[in-house]
């Protein structure tokens, strides 16, 4: 088993519907990280976060610490929102251990 | 655009070739990372380096060496690679080696080894 897990591994939507991304993890982290990736391309942090809830523009991305657990949210999702969104947990060591990622499709 | 720079951007080499990926950052980060990246698959750790010092080899075979001259670059150098090797290289940057600090990605080199 993954120390984190991410569901779904698909997912595809109608443009404006509302999107959750769940990622779960089995470690102690410091730090939580929600990463973009478009294909072929390099990777973009969208949130760092260690506690309770951030967010950028149509994006919102909350943690459990108790529960172990994160989601990232995007509201009135649109095509260019299309792309993997990984999840990836720092603990004590300075390495990130990532989840599997999630493929976006956003549909218009 | 990406704070941090990775030249080039595509590689194609053969077997015997001798070659170097570079990742530049100028923001002062003191912390820079190569991650290797097959398709669909999530990034793998291979090199941490702290203030110019070699902090975390993550058991890299010695066919990539990496080189960290100076707190702003960091070169892999390639020598001798196997086609299981073509990958997206990706480097990356955080303002000090701590737990706590975003990682900042360039946009990665996609490596072909013929």
Same mark, same amino acid.
């Given at each position: 088993?993954?120390? %984190? ?67 990232? =949210?995007?509201?009135?999702? =649109? ?9 990836? %947990? ?15 499709? %956003?549909?218009? | 655009? $990406?704070?941090? /720079?990775? /030249? ?7 077997? $015997?070739? !001798? !070659?170097?990926? !570079? ?9 820079? +990372? ?14 941490? +380096? ?45 303002? /000090? ?11 990665? $080199? ?5």
């Amino acid at each position: 088993k993954n120390e %984190v897990e991410q569901s779904p591994q698909n997912l595809t939507a109608q443009e404006g519907e509302f999107i959750t991304i769940n990622c779960s993890y089995s470690v102690g982290i410091s730090a939580l990280h929600w990463l973009q990736q478009h294909p072929g391309g390099g990777i973009v942090s969208l949130f760092m976060l260690s506690s309770g809830k951030k967010k950028h523009g149509r994006l919102i991305a909350t943690i459990n610490i108790q529960e172990k657990h994160s989601s990232l =949210h995007i509201t009135a999702s =649109h095509p260019r929102d299309s792309a993997v969104y990984i999840c990836a %947990v720092r603990g004590a060591t300075n390495k990130l251990i990532f989840g599997t990622g999630t493929l976006l499709a %956003v549909q218009p | 655009d $990406t704070e941090v /720079t990775q /030249t080039p951007k595509h590689l194609v080499m053969g077997m $015997t070739n !001798k !070659k170097s990926l !570079k990742c530049e950052q100028h923001m002062g980060h003191r912390a820079m +990372y190569w991650y290797k990246q097959k398709a669909k698959k999530p990034p793998e750790l291979m090199f941490v +380096y702290s203030y110019e010092k070699l902090s975390i080899n993550e058991s890299v075979p010695s066919r990539f060496s990496p080189e960290c001259p100076n707190s702003s670059l960091l070169n892999l150098h390639l020598h001798a690679l196997q086609p299981e090797d073509s990958a997206l290289y990706l480097c990356a940057s955080s303002a /000090t080696p701590g737990p706590v600090q975003p990682q900042h990605f360039g946009d990665g $080199t996609r490596l072909s080894i013929l």
